[in-house]
């Protein structure tokens, strides 16, 4: 579904990724793991072109993307929820899924108010409500619902447990569990290793913008070793 091949980024002089590669199976979530500051969500925003790769690919479907602009790249079937969330506070709630609105993709069912709705029951009696006055895990739910409307291939969360209470962390789990079932593919950035191994199949660890270790999620939990060699605070 989503192959990334040899990813190079930069900040400025600053080179932060180093040959980054990963592959994202239809139907399957797929976590990125790291320290602060491994390059999570510099990969992410690579593979979205907020950040443009200095060499490597980024394919989609076998359509590559390396190198497109993000409103291009979102069009062709990325959705892309950012850390900050990024939803319109003075919107209301109705209003940020009428933004993000896209025609559907041929062969998958279109994604309506109603249905992100049924995702996220909490957003139904908050349609009229402005953005600027919900919660942050209200906030969450909406900048993901929001995305949604876009009717993506493939969904991009970037640290979506990041601040949130445990009551919201797991419904979010519960939300990305649901996601899959249906058969959306979703690369998920973390730090929160149990919300991870939660509802990914694999694991991509980074240190350093550089894969240390790919592997399935289970395996990566038993090993207590791995972890502390790279995850370990």
Known sequence: MLQVQAL???YGRAHIL??????????E????????????????KAVMGLVPPSAGSVRLEGRELAGQAPHVIARVGLGYVPEERRIFAGLTVAENLEVGRRPPRDGREPWTADRVFAL???????RRRPASRMSGGEQQ??????????????????????????????????????????????????Q?????????DQAVVLESGVVRHVGAMPALMRDAALRAR????
């Open 8 to 10: 190079h980024a930069h």
């Open 18 to 27: 180093h040959g980054v590669s990963l592959a994202l199976a239809p139907g």
């Open 29 to 44: 979530v797929l976590c990125l793991l790291g320290r602060n500051g491994a390059g999570k969500s510099t990969t992410m």
């Open 120 to 126: 996220f029951p909490a957003l139904a009696s908050m």
């Open 141 to 190: 739910m909406l900048a993901i619902a929001r995305t949604l409307m876009g009717n993506p291939a493939v969904l991009l969360l970037d640290e979506p447990s990041e601040g949130l209470a445990p009551v919201i962390v797991e419904r979010m789990a519960g939300a990305v569990a649901a996601l899959k079932a249906e058969g959306m593919s979703i690369l998920l950035s973390e």
């Open 192 to 200: 929160n290793l149990l919300f991870a191994a939660t509802v990914a």
């Open 230 to 233: 790279f995850l370990s605070v």
